[in-house]
């Protein structure tokens, strides 16, 4: 397989491991989590008025190309201070660098695994910074986050160097004050032992939010949702790198040969344990590279995001309505399901995604799908009524169950999205619902674990839709699943840590009338 970066969706093997624990080794000293020196809260009222560095952390002098270190901090500060996603700039920002494969990993775990334990690393930082690090420059503060992470998380860099390089990057772009004071504060930091240390009277929610970096309001609710255990178990799981997964194009190769030709490769492949289609790699880089992504053998796609298709069960020949498409993982597979034979109706609202979606059809060889734009709650005037054998709403929705792969939407979100999102849910469900024919079948489902875009929109739909009945647990994915994912009202429910894929609901309804 060729090589790349795939840290766009933070999908990518790690270029350092990391540890999961939540705290680093042992430092030279047990001193305690103290302040810091004199001199260094002099440095520290410098930097907030210091006008020599740059905002954004550009170099001074210009000449010798950016470090990873150095990549990773303009990341981060234009995260914090733009509102830019981590993702998409992460990723342009690594086109226009010159770093090496390895430090394109590094880079990228810098700024996933600054962004995803940045409760935690402002925490203890609190204890160190005299004057908080609400006061520093966004650059400084950014510095001393990734350099934080790195001594805190990261096995295979040395701490002093860690620390080192953090007080070359503060001389280029500040002044001797700010060198002084993060040297100080990143030394402090070393001498104090295990961190973070936490109160005992700490509540649950609040040891979670801090141990695991996850909003508290976010831990309050999965708490109340799921118990401190569970809720424990999923800010855990979405500290971790996330898997690499490809779904095999069944009707070009079968999976098993697939996986034959991946191992000739020399790469380290397994049979996905949540979908019979997909496949789990260990390193090799970025399966979209690949002759085998090219030649339409597979695509890159989740193991939970796996399961909607064969939820959907669509047969060849049958016409199927693909409500919220883009960027269509799951309008290919249906075709695939469907042998290319029938119709796919693939609807995004926006033009630019519905393309998208035709050019990923056009890869794996799948004509029967026909994309189109539109508002999804007007589909009902594009169609006549009782239009299609199968219906997919996969639902815009908060998106909490992909904080594995997008660190900076959990810092993002608010109790009010989930409850915007979740009116416009029941809206979609009961608009699209007219379109489907008496016998057919209706799967909703989104990539969130929020039981009021779950449980609670298929509830009142069904109360509302005595015509309509679920056969989610009559299904093959069900019986395979039953026993780990849970059984979310009258739809499944995958938590990030059942398999250590995405947080999915997913639900199988039938018209009966």
Request: overall charge neutral; cysteine-free.
């Given at each position: 397989m060729s090589g790349g970066n795939n840290g766009a969706g933070r999908n990518g093997q790690r270029g350092h491991s990391s540890r999961q624990d939540g705290s680093r080794?042992?430092?030279?000293?047990?001193?305690?989590?103290?302040?810091?020196?004199?001199?260094?809260?002099?440095?520290i009222a410098g930097s907030a008025a210091a006008g020599k560095a740059s905002g954004a952390g550009s170099s001074k002098g210009g000449g010798k190309p950016a470090s990873a270190r150095e990549v990773a901090l303009d990341v981060l500060v234009r995260v914090e201070q733009q509102g830019?996603?981590?993702?998409?700039?992460?990723?342009?920002?690594?086109?226009?660098?010159?770093?090496?494969?390895?430090?394109?990993?590094?880079?990228?775990?810098?700024?996933?695994?600054?962004?995803?334990?940045?409760?935690?690393?402002?925490e203890v930082l609190e204890g160190f910074v005299s004057k908080g690090i609400a006061k520093l420059q966004p650059w400084v503060r950014n510095l001393l986050r990734l350099s934080l992470y790195q001594i805190m998380y990261l096995d295979r860099v040395p701490s002093h160097a860690a620390v080192n390089e953090a007080v070359n990057i503060a001389k280029k772009r500040g002044h001797q004050g700010i060198s002084g004071m993060v040297n100080g504060v990143l030394r402090s930091v070393l001498r104090a032992g295990d961190l973070p240390v936490l109160p005992e009277n700490l509540g649950p929610a609040k040891r979670i939010s801090i141990r695991h970096s996850h909003p508290l309001w976010l831990v309050q609710r999965w708490i109340a949702e799921y118990g401190v255990e569970t809720a424990e178990a999923m800010c855990a799981s979405n500290?971790?790198?996330?898997?690499?997964?490809?779904?095999?194009?069944?009707?070009?190769?079968?999976?098993?040969?697939?996986?034959?030709?991946?191992?000739?490769?020399?790469?380290?492949?397994?049979?996905?344990?949540?979908?019979?289609?997909?496949?789990?790699?260990?390193?090799?880089?970025?399966?979209?590279?690949?002759?085998?992504?090219?030649?339409?053998?597979?695509?890159?796609?989740?193991?939970?995001?796996?399961?909607?298709?064969?939820?959907?069960?669509p047969e060849p020949g049958m016409k199927v309505l693909d409500c919220c498409a883009a960027p269509g993982g799951k309008t290919s597979h249906m075709g695939e399901l469907m042998k290319d034979e029938g119709t796919i109706h693939a609807n995004d609202l926006h033009p630019h995604k519905a393309a998208l979606i035709a050019d990923q059809a056009r890869r794996l060889g799948l004509e029967c799908v026909?994309?189109?734009?539109?508002?999804?709650?007007?589909l009902e005037q594009k169609f006549e009524p009782g239009s299609f054998d199968r219906i997919l709403l996969d639902a815009p929705c908060s998106g909490l169950g992909v904080i594995r792969r997008k660190p900076d939407l959990k810092?993002?979100?608010?109790?009010?999205?989930i409850e915007s999102v979740s009116a416009l849910q029941r809206q979609l469900l009961q608009s699209v619902s007219r379109l489907l024919k008496p016998g057919g079948v209706l799967v909703y489902s989104t990539c969130t674990t929020e039981k009021a875009e779950n449980g609670e929109v298929v509830a009142s739909f069904l109360e509302h839709n005595p015509d309509f009945v679920s056969l989610t647990f009559a299904s093959d994915v069900w019986n395979r699943l039953e026993g780990t994912a849970l059984a979310a009202g009258e739809?499944?429910?995958?938590?990030?840590?059942?398999?250590?894929?995405?947080?999915?609901?997913?639900?199988?309804?039938?018209?009966?009338?």
């Open positions: 080794p042992p430092g030279a000293g047990k001193a305690a989590a103290g302040k810091t020196v004199a001199a260094g809260k002099a440095a830019a996603y981590s993702n998409l700039l992460l990723n342009s920002s690594l086109q226009k660098s010159s770093l090496s494969r390895e430090d394109t990993g590094l880079a990228t775990e810098l700024v996933y695994g600054t962004i995803s334990r940045m409760n935690t690393l402002d500290n971790e790198p996330p898997a690499i997964s490809v779904r095999v194009n069944t009707t070009m190769i079968s999976r098993e040969r697939l996986l034959e030709k991946m191992a000739a490769e020399g790469l380290e492949v397994s049979p996905s344990k949540v979908s019979p289609y997909g496949i789990v790699i260990k390193g090799g880089g970025n399966p979209a590279l690949t002759s085998w992504y090219r030649d339409g053998y597979l695509s890159v796609q989740d193991e939970s995001s796996m399961l909607v298709a064969e939820v959907v069960a026909v994309t189109g734009s539109a508002d999804a709650l007007d810092w993002r979100k608010q109790p009010e999205d739809g499944i429910q995958l938590l990030p840590h059942h398999y250590g894929s995405d947080g999915f609901y997913i639900a199988r309804l039938q018209r009966i009338l």
